[in-house]
């Protein structure tokens, strides 16, 4: 199994930003995707970015041009940098490991945006 940790959530006011890391432990193989999703309160769980081990990423139109994904390899942790971060922003963020029978999610980091 694989085992993950999110930290670096908090309140910040519109228009900040903030950096999200994701440390994962246990049985990791290559190649995998890793993502950060969020979920916001009565919403659906939905998809903000993600990163293949080849670099390769995606991110949900909400945040193109504002959120970055990365990931450092050697440390077995992802990243996810927001700025010019929006009320709407706010939502728990969960990391997420995936790879063939392997799907792995974190407890979650709260992140909220006042206007």
């Known amino acids: 199994q694989v085992q993950l940790v999110e930290s670096g959530g908090g309140s910040v006011q519109a228009g900040g930003s903030l950096s999200l890391s994701c440390a994962a432990s246990?049985?990791?193989?290559?190649?995998?995707?890793m993502g950060w999703y969020r979920q916001a309160p009565g919403k659906e769980r939905e998809m903000v970015a993600t990163?293949?081990?080849?670099?390769?990423?995606n991110y949900v139109d909400s945040v193109k041009g504002r959120f970055t994904i990365s990931r450092e390899s050697a440390k077995n942790t992802m990243y996810l940098r927001m700025n010019s971060l929006k009320p709407e922003d706010t939502a728990v963020y969960y990391c997420?490991?995936?790879?063939?029978?392997?799907?792995?999610w974190g407890r979650g980091t709260q992140v909220t945006v006042s206007s």
């Open positions: 997420r490991y995936l790879r063939i029978n392997i799907d792995s």
């Open positions: 990163i293949s081990t080849s670099g390769s990423t």
């Open positions: 246990g049985r990791i193989f290559n190649p995998n995707i």
